[in-house]
């Protein structure tokens, strides 16, 4: 068997046979390119969009540099995946993805400039953002750039970038190890459904090796501001009614939304944990609650390198709790308030463990998993 050169194959196109156009559910798609590859390097793919009817984000993006033969499907399931978390933010905000979850999400606080939030996002997990996708919902500018271009990045997603940030990506002198950068612009992200009584016009498609498939409606958020928390509560067939004795700061508020909002793209079971607009751990793809948050705890101990790093953070929970010992290992770690969707046969076991600790504790009325 001859020898294959490995490192080949990630800078090289896996050419398929890709229809120009296809229909799919009474809609026709016209195909926008051949992908780099698909998931892996010996898969090939293309990236097709509605061919009329559409208010596109993601399927109107611009090539602004190409990198290594332009975009995987990973790279465009990155950016998919940023912007659905970032449509809601309406300050400046960051999120720094690695398949498909992101390692890092920070919003504008206390006056910060981009720069410093991308190096916020960006150092939730510097060691999970290597080789990363990061994505913003405003203009990117020539400081920012600059500091992406310090360390090794995949690609760039944004609604506009900066003369000065364009120079930057192009400056292989200045920046050599990263002179692969894909840049992708795309339209501003107000045009995307956010809310439950937001139109539609696409459909989540799953499809599998048989060829069987399933529809169903893109996620929509009921959480539309801090407003719509509901102060966790319980009426016990047998204890009785319980309700949540310390209600959140402002602060932790806003955290928690900003925490929601993050959450609806990382694969559940998932929690963020948020401090003043950043992310300090991601507990994702586990099987068990309690793991989730135990892993999200340990990725944030290690980095911050002490017992009491999360004195005063927020978690929020994509699921309900099913037992109080994911809530107690949130608050031994020094997390103060916590949001889930609410409605576990333990919910009152769980809002006890909340009231002995002093934390506050949230319902949003809506559960966020996501099993991309």
């Avoid at 399933?214 to 009785?240: C, T, W």
């Avoid at 980095?303 to 709790?321: H, I, P, Q, R, T």
């Avoid at 308030?337 to 919910?347: E, F, M, R, W, Y």
């Avoid at 009152?348 to 809506?366: P, Q």
Wanted: proline letters at 4%; a negative charge; one cysteine or more.
């Amino acid at each position: 068997m001859a020898e294959k050169d490995l490192k080949a194959m990630y800078r090289t196109r896996t050419e398929g046979s890709f229809p120009e156009v296809l229909e799919l559910l009474g809609r026709s798609y016209t195909k926008v390119e051949d992908l780099r590859y698909g998931t892996n390097p010996h898969q090939p793919a293309a990236f097709y969009r509605p061919s009329e009817g559409a208010s596109l984000v993601l399927g109107a993006y611009k090539m602004l540099k190409t990198g290594k033969s332009g975009l995987s499907q990973t790279n465009l399931e990155d950016m998919q995946h940023a912007l659905g978390m970032l449509k809601y933010m309406e300050r400046p905000a960051c999120a720094v993805m690695k398949h498909c979850n992101p390692s890092g999400v920070a919003i504008e606080w206390d006056g910060s400039s981009l720069a410093e939030i991308y190096e916020r996002a960006r150092d939730a997990d510097s060691q999970a953002a290597f080789g990363s996708v990061v994505a913003f919902n405003t203009e990117v500018d020539e400081d920012t750039a600059a500091e992406i271009m310090g360390t090794i990045v995949e690609g760039v997603v944004a609604p506009s970038f900066s003369e000065g940030a364009l120079s930057c990506f192009h400056d292989f002198d200045r920046f050599k190890k990263n002179k692969d950068i894909r840049v992708v612009q795309i339209p501003p992200l107000n045009q995307l459904p956010k809310y439950l009584s937001d139109a539609v016009n696409s459909w989540e498609i799953k499809i599998f090796d048989d060829g069987s498939l399933v529809v169903a409606q893109p996620y929509l958020s009921r959480m539309k501001s801090i407003e719509d928390f509901v102060p966790a509560y319980n009426d016990h067939p047998k204890k009785g009614r319980i309700d949540i004795g310390r209600q959140a700061t402002s602060r932790e508020l806003n955290d928690l939304l900003f925490a929601w909002y993050v959450n609806l793209h990382v694969r559940s079971n998932g929690v963020v944990i948020v401090r003043n607009g950043q992310t300090l751990a991601v507990g994702t793809g586990e099987q068990d609650r309690v793991g989730a948050v135990q892993q999200a705890i340990h990725k944030a101990q290690t980095k911050y390198k002490g017992s009491n790093s999360l004195e005063g953070a927020v978690m929020a929970s994509d699921g309900f709790f099913p037992f109080r010992d994911a809530v107690d290992a949130a608050t031994e770690a020094g997390i103060t308030a916590l949001a889930q969707p609410g409605g576990s046969v333990n919910d009152y076991d769980a809002i006890v463990a909340c009231n002995e600790s002093n934390a506050a504790m949230l319902f949003t009325l809506e559960r966020c998993f996501s099993h991309h």
